[in-house]
């Protein structure tokens, strides 16, 4: 019976080259110095976090490391060249591998170097992105972060998402996040590392919100209380609404610029429920939190004259709920707005209503 060898047992140190060791159109794996690797200048993750779970490559290396030539690098991003001095391949996939080698003492590593990985920008940040994004501790910031570069290098993000199998959608709900506050974006990223913090699906419906740049961290912060807790709303909107002496210009000391020619004025934020139409049963909420509908509350005769004459006169109805602040373009924003303000049935009459309207003949 023969003897099981490990990828690692059947290559020496730096043998066979790189040239050698491709078989066909295939590149092969080789042992490559540790010290002539760089990791991606462009790597989407700030952070390589901690790297302990990695310690065990001074012995094996599960996974091989993803490279391409200097040479091919720097055809896309020629003003790394000084950064890149010294090293013959960059890391594409697998710098904490990299760096965890470095750390504990790993003298090579198993590499596939394909240099067409680098054949455009987007390619190769692709590949990167790709490698990170099921990773538990990629952060929804770094994830809207290398998506927005991605998209950059297309000619508008609709060329973006039609190149790379994406939905409008979903680029504009990851890119829109870095619109937040930075105070906000951290909050996210501390919730993602399992600590406290704003949740991804309040972040992605406070970034639906038009005039966000308006909207200082403080502000933003509220407009997410308000839209969860009702109660919250009123005080949100009297400290949305600028003074007297901000709308004459002279705000007090660390006060927001008040509204003028080309500033749209900051907007209340949206109730926390509202009708889907005139007409429709008030949404309110119960005591669970949680919304249910009810009738239109009619007065109750209080005299014999009133139960037994003619019917008194119902009091005018209430004005239709103003429409929420959404993009409406944006399909995501306003499904997580939907959510938000119907409860399940209603989500489901909903549909058919939607279903129906489509089901009829053009």
């Keep these: 019976m023969a003897r099981r060898e490990s990828l690692a047992s059947l290559l020496s140190p730096g043998q066979p080259t790189v040239a050698a060791a491709r078989t066909g159109d295939s590149p092969a794996a080789v042992l490559l110095p ?8 462009q790597n989407p993750r700030e952070d390589l976090g901690d790297l302990s779970d990695l310690k065990d490559i001074v012995g ?18 020629p003003e790394y060249g000084e950064a890149l001095r010294g090293v013959d391949h960059v890391i594409v996939n697998g710098c904490r591998r990299h760096a965890a080698a470095v750390r504990y ?30 990773r538990k501790d990629f952060d929804p910031i770094e994830e809207a972060r290398a998506v927005k570069a991605l998209v950059e290098e297309y000619e508008s993000a609709a060329a973006a998402a039609r190149a790379e199998g994406w939905s409008a959608a979903w680029v504009s709900q990851r890119t829109r996040l870095l619109l937040l506050a930075p105070e906000v974006q951290s909050s996210i990223r501390a919730r993602a590392a399992g600590g406290e913090g704003m949740s991804l699906r309040d972040a992605r419906w406070l970034a639906g919100r038009p005039n966000l740049a308006e909207l200082s961290a403080a502000r933003q912060f509220d407009a997410v209380a308000a839209m969860k ?5 009123e005080r949100f909107a009297a400290s949305a609404t600028p003074s ?66 003619a019917p008194s006169p119902r009091p005018a109805p209430a004005a239709p709920a103003s429409p929420p602040d959404v993009n409406w373009a944006d399909l995501v924003a306003v499904t997580d707005m939907l959510c938000e303000r119907l409860g399940t049935a209603e989500l489901g009459g909903l549909l058919q209503l939607i279903a129906a309207r489509l089901a009829r003949p053009a």
């Design 229 to 233: 807790e009702p109660a919250q709303a």
């Design 34 to 41: 540790v010290t002539r690797l760089a990791p991606n200048p």
């Design 60 to 77: 094996i290396q599960l996974q091989s490391v993803l490279a391409v030539t200097r040479g091919a690098y720097l055809r896309l991003w």
């Design 105 to 134: 003492g790993r003298p090579e590593l198993i590499t596939v170097v394909n240099d067409e990985v680098a054949a455009s920008r987007a390619r190769l940040r692709r590949a990167s992105l790709d490698e990170n994004a099921n």
């Design 244 to 309: 007297a002496a901000e709308a004459s210009g002279g705000g007090g000391d660390g006060g927001e610029a008040a509204a003028g020619p080309g500033r749209a004025p900051v907007s209340d934020p949206a109730p926390a429920y509202t009708a889907v139409y005139a007409g429709a049963d008030t949404m309110r909420p119960t005591s669970s939190g949680t919304a249910s509908a009810t009738s239109p509350v009619t007065a109750t005769p209080s005299s014999p004259r009133e139960r037994g004459g």
